[in-house]
């Protein structure tokens, strides 16, 4: 028996501070060793990652994978969306199961395990979306969850009609528990009174395209609810997760909040980063509609500069596919069109290729998708590569060009909005725990081999 699984010789290591040259040595699933020149007959499999640059898998955060939502169930199922995690680099996802009122947020959650045990194709974690205090039953099943290894919870400060919000108190209550038992909070925010007037009053006058998405949930729509969360967090000194942020207004906010020292994290997605609101007037407008919506270009603009500044801390993707024809629902009714967007496979290439082209760092990059959803998310074994950590191991190559397109992704999916983008550089191996989950275009892992994700209670740290 040779000391090594696998051997990742000669490539450039990227953390999420650094770039240098090592090889890595596998064993069990783990990286044992890291060192300039390992023997390669120590090892019983040898990846040459000469030339290349040699990342860990990314943690994608925020998934929706065969979700109930929007008068349907979105495209991806487990198996489809983590195969699809894996051909992006994706190694871990966390996925959200929201809870049914009145019934306990494990139930959900256990019920969601039971079909990624099969499913998975990658590592999955789970924060539960908790819609309903149960008569304050959930303020105690919360110490249980995250026992289990829950230790985020969402709330949503919006989907009032889809009876998905919770009120301020119900917030406050979840904010307070939280820091009780060392969760953490993540948070739609958009104001959904807003939301709802705008949108009977531009259907009311025939306002009825895609377009009309978006102006009912404009910058002040969500930044309003920005500020609302993070007033809470800062007041009740608890901390608060920001999901999806795209609005320039809500993101000043949070950042005051976080340069006066209040716990608050900022995601945002890679669609907020290369679209703006215009892609609305298109006539395929509706594939876009999410929540939050795009926004202008002010927006936008201000989330690379909090980027670059180190001012986001997480980057992740909010997948949330539907197919075609469910889109079509909403031609002549944009609330009609289920929100959400694909992303899981595109947003490690899209923000590597930002960093090959020069606009960001490798390792800003490593930090945003790896390493701080890590830390943030109580992930100990994963996000970076030290030894002692999961192996998982991204191979990219800076030369590689690739186009998205239907036929080159590994979803359910019929449609995608990341069609056609191009990328300069691109992953060409993913390994999960040591194990080759996808070679050059192709998924070579197989369902069940992803793992449920135990995660410690919150700790604060920081790449
Ligand atoms: O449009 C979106 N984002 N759909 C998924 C649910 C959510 O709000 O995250
Ligand atoms: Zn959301
Ligand atoms: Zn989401």
Redesign the pocket.
């Known amino acids: 028996m040779k000391p090594y699984d696998l051997l990742i010789k000669n490539g450039t290591v990227v953390t999420a501070t650094d770039m240098y040259q090592t090889d890595i040595g596998v064993k069990d699933g783990k990286i044992v060793s890291m060192d300039k020149n390992i023997d390669p007959d120590l090892a019983e499999d040898v990846c040459n990652a000469s030339g290349k640059l040699v990342l860990p898998g990314a943690l994608d955060v925020?998934t929706?994978c065969q979700m109930p939502?929007g008068g349907t169930v979105t495209a991806d199922s487990y198996l489809a969306g983590t195969r699809a995690a894996a051909c992006g680099g994706v190694t871990t996802i966390f996925d959200?199961p929201v809870q049914h009122a009145g019934e306990p947020i494990m139930g959900i959650v256990n019920s969601k395990r039971d079909i990624l045990q099969y499913d998975a194709c990658v590592d999955y974690a789970m924060h539960c979306c908790i819609t309903d205090l149960n008569g304050g039953l959930i303020l105690d099943e919360m110490e249980q969850a995250v026992e289990e290894g829950v230790t985020s919870f969402k709330c949503?400060m919006?989907?009032k009609k889809e009876r998905m919000m919770v009120d301020d108190a119900t917030l406050v209550r979840i904010l307070l528990r939280a820091k009780e038992v060392g969760a953490l909070i993540n948070v739609?925010a958009e104001n959904p009174d807003m939301i709802d007037m705008y949108t009977e009053q531009f259907l009311a006058t025939g306002k009825t395209s895609a377009w009309y998405h978006y102006m009912s949930r404009p910058e002040f729509v969500e930044a309003e609810a920005d500020k609302r969360a993070v007033h809470w967090a800062k007041h009740l000194n608890t901390p608060i997760y920001l999901?999806?942020m795209a609005d320039k207004e809500g993101l000043e906010a949070c950042i005051e909040a976080k340069l006066e020292g209040a716990p608050v994290y900022i995601e945002t997605c890679p669609q907020y980063l290369e679209f703006t609101c215009d892609v609305y007037k298109r006539d395929d407008g509706r594939n876009f509609?999410?929540?939050p919506p795009m926004k202008g270009q002010e927006s936008q603009d201000a989330l690379w500069t909090a980027i670059k500044a180190g001012l986001i801390d997480t980057i992740a993707t909010?997948h949330?596919p539907f197919q075609t024809y469910e889109k079509d629902w909403g031609k002549d009714d944009f609330s009609l069109i289920p929100?959400?967007?694909a992303g899981v496979e595109n947003m490690y290439p899209y923000m590597l290729d930002a960093a090959n082209s020069g606009k960001l760092t490798f390792p800003k990059v490593v930090a945003l998708c790896a390493t701080n959803p890590a830390n943030i998310f109580g992930c100990d074994n994963k996000g970076s590569l030290v030894v002692g950590k999961d192996a998982d191991i991204v191979i990219y190559d800076r030369d590689k060009d690739f186009t998205v397109t239907l036929g080159t992704m590994h979803s359910d999916y019929d449609h995608t909005i990341w069609e056609g983008k191009e990328f300069h550089g691109y992953p060409v191996q993913t390994y999960l725990r040591g194990q080759l989950v996808y070679d050059d275009g192709e998924f070579v892992g197989k369902p069940g081999m992803g793992k449920y994700i135990k995660r410690s209670p919150r700790k604060v740290i920081k790449a």
Do not use: I, L
């Open positions: 925020h929706h939502f959200y949503f919006v989907y739609h999901v999806h509609v999410c929540s909010d949330c929100n959400g967007c």
